[in-house]
């Protein structure tokens, strides 16, 4: 076996899927398990995970792996591609020649910069390159997903890496429910709407930008709501409003001035709705909630107190929206949401979770790269229990097939604790306790940046 200075890594360029390191959501938001409430109506429930068995080619003959499939991508320690539209998948793909990647951008893709700042740390740590793909036949492409994931070195023609964007739930600038098919619409501080369920924000569709009226930004929404007759409404900060679609809140009617109740200012407002008649519900930070117009906010009906889950308040309420069912529902800043009433946001279902949205940030940049110029996950070393202990008990049912060894292959260097590539202790947890933990007993944080390992690895694979 060849040796080399450096961190010990998988350098037979194999597809896998990775478990992509943390998945942290701006703001430090969570990836967390959603737990589907009764009675949430605007939509089935998700489907169970689909994992499947293949054989793939390896260095050693063929291999049986379990993978997951995700939006039709064969999927393998959690964030590796694995190809399956040949017969006779192969593990094993090539290095780049020179050093030299080149790569696109998915014009689809939300927050291109985290792209140019992993590419900016790769050369800025190691002598591989990354250039902006004209004719060249074999490129990665940085596009929209599920999930953050990559093949594991070239692998001929265009080759995805997958990064899912996600959102900070106190960054909601207007939530409501489609009156088409009843499904809940977000709409964000970033200037991107997704589309999923109360409780599930991007379950349908994931990040798309959205307009706003000229001369406004996303955080001066107030809130957003659909009208019955599928227009879309949205208030602002300044004391106007304008009507549009989903894309495009003032694409019908440019801003013009609205009026509040005796004593209230657009500060004032947390929230408003449209009901199936046509009424706009406003809910105000003084705890109290009008009737009235998208001029008028309380034509119909002056401010009334209402009702709130215990422990909250009216300014912890981010949105507000009616379904088609006619019930209300708040989103609030610790991350649940309540409907009912009106007049009392409880009475119909109890506050429940929204699922946080992963979201692929820099430091998940800068593994997904890792794998598509050839890097495996650290922890799938053949020497790996000389250093680590898996904690079996601990391991999400179904997801142990993640923390398997690889075959005999071209292991260099001592075993890197601080590589990009490893696994966190916690990966894949089911209960919150390590799954991964140094001979020593200690654990193991999400590596952020290249260590000095990655860095001596990559200029033994590209001299």
């Known amino acids: 076996m060849k040796t080399r200075h450096g961190s010990w890594r998988w350098l037979a360029l194999a597809l896998t899927g990775c478990a992509a390191s943390s998945v942290e959501a701006p703001e430090a938001a969570r990836i967390e398990d959603e737990q589907r409430a009764r009675g949430d109506a605007e939509s089935t429930p998700p489907a169970p995970e689909d994992r499947r068995q293949i054989v793939v080619q390896t260095d ?24 399956t539209g040949t017969t006779g998948a192969t593990i094993a793909g090539k290095r780049w020649a020179g050093g030299v990647v080149p790569y696109v951008v998915d014009p689809a893709l939300a927050f291109e910069s985290r792209v140019t700042s992993g590419i900016a740390h790769w050369e800025s740590k190691t002598g591989v390159r990354f250039v902006a793909r004209t004719n060249q036949a074999d490129y990665i492409r940085f596009a929209p997903g599920r999930g953050c994931s990559s093949y594991v070195g070239r692998q001929g023609g265009a080759q995805d890496v997958v990064l899912t964007a996600g959102e900070h739930i106190t960054s909601l600038v207007g939530a409501d429910f489609a009156r088409s098919d009843g499904r809940a619409h977000f709409w964000w501080r970033s200037g991107y709407r997704t589309v999923g369920r109360s409780a599930n924000p991007d379950e349908h569709e994931l990040h798309s930008r959205y307009a706003v ?12 709501a ?3 007759n599928g227009q879309v ?6 004391g106007t409003y304008s009507v549009g679609t989903a894309s495009d809140l003032a694409l019908t009617q440019v801003p013009a ?6 004593g209230y200012a657009p500060r004032h407002v947390t929230g408003l709705a449209i009901a199936k008649d046509g009424r706009v519900h406003a809910w105000y930070t003084n705890g109290a909630t009008s009737e009235g117009t998208a001029t008028d906010l309380a034509a119909h009906v002056a401010p009334r107190t209402f009702s709130l889950p215990s422990g909250r308040s009216a300014t912890d309420a981010l949105a507000f929206g009616i379904s088609n069912e006619g019930h ?9 949401a309540s409907a009912g009433s009106t007049t009392d946001l409880t009475s119909f279902r109890a506050p429940f979770d929204v699922r946080g949205m992963g979201h692929c940030g820099i430091p998940q940049v800068i593994h997904e790269i890792g794998h598509a110029v050839g890097f495996h996950h650290e922890q799938t070393r053949l020497d790996r229990d000389q250093h680590i202990t898996i904690q079996w008990d601990n391991i999400v049912s179904g997801a142990e097939h993640n923390f398997q060894k690889r075959g005999a292959g071209a292991d260099h260097g001592a075993y890197d604790y601080d590589s990009v590539m490893h696994y966190d202790s916690w990966a894949f947890s089911k209960n919150g306790q390590p799954t991964i933990l140094k001979k020593s007993g200690g654990t193991i944080p999400n590596g952020t940046v290249l260590s000095a390992g990655d860095v001596a690895a990559i200029a033994w694979m590209y001299p």
Request: net charge negative; proline share 10%.
């Open 233 to 238: 409404y949205a208030w602002y900060r300044d």
């Open 60 to 83: 050693e003959g063929p291999r049986t792996i379990t993978v997951v499939m995700v939006d039709g991508r064969a999927i393998f320690e959690g964030d590796i591609h694995v190809p």
């Open 257 to 262: 001035p609205f009026t509040l109740p005796s």
């Open 328 to 336: 209300a529902y708040a989103w609030y800043r610790s991350g649940t």
């Open 213 to 224: 009226a000229s001369g406004k930004q996303p955080t001066d929404v107030l809130d957003v």
């Open 226 to 228: 659909f009208a019955p």
